[in-house]
């Protein structure tokens, strides 16, 4: 029983390089999204996704790039990473077009220097 | 735009004592409200859901309650215990959901 499912744990980047944080969930739900947390600054939706072949933006979408292939996995792409995009990154998923409970995956460390 | 407010910031107790956090949110069209508790460095665990249609939700120690009205839930958590010391968040449901910036509770032994 699984869940949601984020990799790595743990990232540090150089600036300008590009990567993919991975995010599957196997409760096959129709809402996947992303969040970022920074202290202080709670948690910030980054784009989230209501079906396969649909997605949209949250709150701070800049320089992150998301796809919805498949109704299992939801991965979010740095383009070119800054030091700004250092934060721990959580992926989370619903039943519903999301309204209803939300479960989390444990979360992306990601450094970037 | 819904916002969220968690009062206080910070809260500290002695073991046994009651604990009782405070969610506020500004657009009552909600879907339906959920508690979680995060421990430092570690993801979100979900607490207790709370639908629109409910006013209270209980599980062992913990009782939310919901006032749509009024813009207000409530986490109470009876006899704190040091297993209790985390930051416990609050968001609002319907997607796009909008979190409370959380209480970090410290329960003294």
């Known amino acids: 029983n699984a869940g949601v499912t984020q990799t790595p744990k743990f990232q540090v980047l150089k600036t300008g390089q590009s990567m993919t944080l991975q995010c599957a969930q196997d409760m096959n739900h129709e809402y996947m999204s992303w969040y970022r947390q920074d202290p202080g600054m709670g948690l910030r939706l980054i784009h989230y996704s209501v079906g396969a072949g649909i997605t949209d933006q949250g709150e701070v979408p800049n320089g992150y790039n998301v796809s919805r292939s498949t109704t299992e996995d939801f991965p979010l792409r740095l383009l070119s990473a800054a030091p700004s995009q250092t934060s721990v990154y959580f992926c989370a998923s619903s039943y519903g077009r999301g309204t209803g409970e939300l479960f989390f995956g444990e979360g992306s460390r990601l450094t970037v220097l | ?109």
């Open chain 2, 1 to 109: 735009k819904q916002e969220v407010t968690q009062i206080p910031a910070a809260l500290s107790v002695p073991e046994g004592e009651n604990l009782v956090l405070n969610c506020s949110f500004t657009d009552s069209a909600i879907y339906n409200l959920q508690w979680f508790r995060q421990d430092p460095g570690k993801g979100l665990t979900s607490l207790l859901l709370i639908q629109s249609s409910q006013r209270e939700q209980t599980s062992g120690r913990l009782n939310a309650s919901l006032d749509k009205s009024s813009g207000r839930s409530t986490l109470y958590i009876a006899a704190s215990q040091p297993g209790d010391s985390a930051t416990y968040l609050c968001a609002v449901i319907p997607h796009k959901l909008s979190f409370g910036a959380g209480t970090t509770v410290t329960v003294r032994a």
